[in-house]
C-alpha cells in the first residue's frame, strides 16, 4: 500500500512472572512497532508500586535511555504501541492509562475501537466522571470504578458488558494481568508460556522474539488471568458467530505472525495464488510492492507460473528522521520512498500484486515510474476487493468520498490510476483463502457495508471525516 497506508491502530504486550518484565514488554513492543508509532509507554509493578513510562514517538524515542526501562522495576508489565483511532494526538491519550480505584490500581492497554462511545461517555460525565483523556479506553476504566464487584475480574467483565465494538485489552493489576476480547474477535490477542511466565501478545511475533511458547488465542468472548499458579480463562460469551478483521491477515499483522489460529503468511499466499486464478495475466514478470504484498507477489507468482521480480526497492528510513524534507523533496512524494530497477523492468510486461488500493494516488504514481523505467505493459492486480466503507472498529481509512473506489467501477478506477488492466480479488475467494466455520467468520464491512455489530455513527465517536494517511 505503499505511501498511502492505512494507520495501524495499536499492539499490546503483557508479561506475568519475570523479573524483567518491563524488558520483555519493551522488546515484546519492538516487534509490534508497526501496529502503531505515535507513542508508547509501559507500566510495571512490583506487588507493592506501580512505576510508569509513557511518550510520544516510537519505542525507542520515548525509551532512549536504559534507565526509563531499568526504574520499570517488578516481575509484571502491560505496554501499549499506539496509533489514534479515537482521541486526538495527544499525550494525555499515551497508554497503558493507570488510574487507582476503590480496591486498588490499574493499568489497561486497549486495541480496538468501541462504538458506543459517546452515550457512556455522556452518561459517566453526568454521573460526575471526570475525563483526564478523549480516548474510548478510558471509559472502560470509569465503568470499572462503578462497578460494584470488589474483586478485579469482576469489576473488568462488569465493565465491558457494557460496551460495544472492538477491543482486545490488557490490564495490570497489583496481582494479576487480565487479558480479554470482544465476542466478535475483531482484534488479535494471543497467549504464550515459558516456565511460570505468561505473555499476552497482539500478534504471536512477539513471543518468538521473547521465547515463549505459543498456546492459543484469547477466545472471543474470554478474560484470561495470569497470576503466579499460571493462567486460566473463562468465557463470559458464547455462542457468538466471530467476525475478525479480515485486513489483519490482509495487510496489517506481520506474515511472520499468527493470528486468529491462521499463519498470516500462508493465508497471504493463499490469497496471491486465487488472485492469479481469478484473474490471470498476460505477462512477463510479477512484481510487488515492498513490503505489504510480498508474500501475495509470491503467491501469485507460484500459481501462474509468471517469474517473481525484485523491481521496487523501498526506503525503509523515509519518515524516521527528524529533518524536515522540503518542499521539492515532498513533491518528488513516492520517488522519496521507492526507486525502480530499471534492469529488471525494461521493455517488460508487468504484473504489479498490491494488497489493497486505498485512495490510488501512490499506485498511480508508483505505475507511472514503473512505465518511466521502460516496462511495456503495466496490470494490477489486488489481493483484496475494492474497500468502499469506512471502518469502525479501529482502521483509519478516509472519508467515503476519498476512497477511490467509491462510486467507481473497476474500469473506472483502472482509468484513474491509469493501467493496462485491473483485477481485484473478490469477497467470495478472499474469504475462500481464510478458514471459516464452526462460529469462525470474518468481518468484510469495509467491502461490502456490513458491518457485524451494529454501528451508529452518532454514537460511535469515530468521525468518518478524518483523514489520517501518512503523506
Ligand atoms: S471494516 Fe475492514 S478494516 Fe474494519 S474491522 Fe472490518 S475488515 Fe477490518
Redesign the pocket.
Known amino acids: 500500500m505503499g505511501l498511502e497506508k492505512i494507520r495501524h491502530h495499536c499492539g499490546v504486550t503483557a508479561v506475568w512472572g519475570d523479573p524483567n518484565a518491563a524488558e520483555l514488554v519493551f522488546h515484546g513492543l519492538y516487534s509490534l512497532q508497526h501496529r502503531g508509532q505515535e507513542s508508547a509507554g509501559i507500566v510495571s509493578t512490583d506487588g507493592d508500586h506501580f512505576f510508569r513510562h509513557v511518550g510520544m514517538g516510537v519505542l525507542t524515542h520515548v525509551f532512549d535511555t536504559p534507565n526509563k526501562l531499568k526504574e520499570l522495576k517488578g516481575f509484571s508489565a502491560i505496554g501499549h504501541n499506539r496509533y489514534s483511532t479515537t482521541g486526538s494526538s495527544s499525550p494525555f491519550n499515551i497508554q497503558p492509562l493507570f488510574a487507582t480505584l476503590r480496591d486498588g490500581p490499574i493499568a489497561i492497554g486497549h486495541n480496538g475501537n468501541l462504538v458506543n462511545t459517546k452515550p457512556l461517555r455522556a452518561m459517566l460525565q453526568d454521573d460526575g466522571a471526570i475525563f483526564q483523556s478523549s480516548t474510548d479506553s478510558e471509559i472502560i476504566i470509569h465503568l470499572m470504578a462503578r462497578a460494584p464487584e470488589s474483586d478485579m475480574r469482576g469489576k473488568l467483565l462488569s465493565a465491558i458488558q457494557k460496551v460495544q465494538g472492538?477491543y482486545s485489552i490488557v490490564m495490570l493489576s497489583r496481582d494479576a494481568i487480565y487479558a480479554a476480547r470482544d465476542p466478535h474477535g475483531?482484534r488479535p490477542l494471543c497467549i504464550g508460556v515459558k516456565g511460570k511466565s505468561t505473555v499476552f501478545a497482539s500478534e504471536s511475533c512477539a513471543l518468538d522474539l521473547l521465547g515463549y511458547e505459543y498456546v492459543r488465542d484469547v477466545y472471543p468472548g474470554e478474560i484470561v488471568m495470569a497470576d503466579d499458579s499460571g493462567w486460566h480463562g473463562e468465557r463470559f460469551t458464547k455462542g457468538v458467530t466471530t467476525h475478525h478483521?479480515?485486513?489483519e491477515l490482509i495487510y496489517f499483522s506481520r506474515p511472520d505472525s499468527r493470528v486468529f489460529n491462521e499463519y498470516v503468511d500462508k493465508s497471504r499466499r493463499k490469497m496471491g495464488k486465487n488472485l492469479a486464478l481469478e484473474h490471470p495475466a498476460d505477462a512477463d514478470i510479477v512484481i510487488s510492492v515492498p513490503d505489504s504484498s510480498n508474500t501475495a507477489a509470491l503467491g501469485y507468482s507460484q500459481r501462474s507460473k509468471i517469474r517473481f521480480e525484485l523491481a521496487l526497492i523501498r526506503n525503509h528510513y523515509v519518515g524516521r528522521t527528524f529533518i524536515q524534507p522540503t518542499k521539492a523533496m515532498r513533491e518528488m512524494g513516492v520517488k522519496l520512498k521507492f526507486n525502480t530497477v530499471g534492469g529488471v523492468l525494461k521493455d517488460k510486461k508487468v504484473v504489479i500484486v498490491e494488497d489493497s488500493i486505498v485512495r490510488g494516488t501512490t499506485l498511480r504514481k508508483l505505475t507511472e515510474l514503473i512505465r518511466n523505467s521502460g516496462a511495456k505493459e503495466v496490470h494490477v492486480r489486488v489481493s483484496s476487493p475494492p474497500i468502499r466503507?469506512p471502518?469502525y472498529?479501529?482502521?483509519d481509512f478516509p472519508t467515503r468520498t476519498e476512497l477511490i473506489a467509491h462510486n467507481r467501477t473497476v474500469e473506472e478506477v483502472q482509468e484513474e490510476i491509469k493501467v493496462d488492466s485491473l483485477g481485484y480479488l473478490s469477497v467470495e475467494t478472499l474469504l475462500d483463502s481464510v478458514r471459516r466455520g464452526n462460529g469462525v467468520d470474518y468481518?468484510?464491512?469495509?467491502f461490502t457495508g456490513k458491518y457485524p455489530i451494529p454501528v451508529n455513527e452518532e454514537e460511535s465517536g469515530v468521525e468518518g471525516s478524518k483523514i489520517l494517511f501518512e503523506e
Not at 468481518?443 to 469495509?446: D, E, G, N, S, V
Request: proline share 0%; with cysteine; net charge neutral.
Open positions: 472492538a475483531v478483521c479480515i485486513f466503507h471502518c472498529y479501529g482502521m468481518c468484510t464491512a469495509c
